[in-house]
């Protein structure tokens, strides 16, 4: 009954999310060239008034002019693995019996390559503003190293139930700087700190900041889905 449930929440948030989109006038028209054309043709005009400190024209777009649809994006994520969780969590999992036993080489060598992979991840996170990468593409290799982990160390599983509490914590501040824009502002994620100087590491005001929290949000979330589908039902 529960698996039913949630599979029923989450068609319910699919069907909302697409209504929503087809019912909004400025959503562009699949296949309508000009207006297509006149939105990215604004961006580039005014992208170096409004860059905000960051060198990364993508960065200006996805967390300056579109930070509201940056957030939805975040949702749409979060939705997924809560559609997710609510149709494979069950009472009683664990971990899925592999066909091999890790051994001490393997999980060695397993959390040198994980811990590689989280300095190049923090790397593109922190820089996303300076040069291409970002939350997502950091968080993502997060999720990988979580997964190499999780394949290599019979105990890693317990340690990450510990993402969840990191996804919710992420998700609750990304909505608190942008509900601080629109107090201390005039708009919701409005870019409240200090630009500073283009191509320093400290700048950009708050888009280093919000990379960082999408980076852990998007990396927890896909943890978790690595977790329940890497799971079963313990045999009684």
Do not use: W
């Amino acid at each position: 009954m529960k698996k039913v449930f949630g599979f029923v929440i989450t068609i319910a948030f699919a069907v909302v999310i697409i209504l929503a989109l087809q019912n909004t006038s400025s959503f562009p028209i699949f296949g309508e060239v000009n207006l297509v054309d006149r939105i990215s043709g604004s961006y580039f005009q005014n992208a170096q008034a409004e860059l905000v400190g960051s060198a990364n024209i993508v960065t200006s777009v996805v967390l300056g002019f579109r930070a509201f649809d940056t957030l939805g994006e975040v949702t749409v994520l979060f939705v997924s693995s809560l559609g997710v969780a609510l149709i494979l969590d069950v009472k009683g999992k664990k971990r899925m019996e592999l066909a091999f036993k890790p051994n001490f080489m393997l999980k060695t060598g397993s959390y040198i390559l994980a811990s590689l992979i989280l300095v190049v991840s923090f790397y593109m996170i922190l820089h996303g503003h300076l040069s291409p990468g970002g939350g997502f593409p950091g968080g993502a290799m997060i999720a990988s190293s979580v997964l190499l982990l999780y394949l290599a160390d019979d105990e890693f599983r317990s340690k990450v139930q510990g993402f969840k509490i990191l996804e919710s914590i992420a998700g609750s501040f990304i909505v608190i700087i942008g509900l601080i824009g629109l107090v201390i502002g005039t708009a919701y994620f409005e870019n409240f700190l200090d630009a500073g100087v283009i191509g320093n590491l400290l700048s950009a005001g708050i888009i280093p900041i919000l990379y960082v929290l999408i980076g852990l949000k998007v990396g927890s979330e896909i943890a978790s889905v690595v977790d329940q589908f890497l799971t079963e039902e313990e045999k009684s």
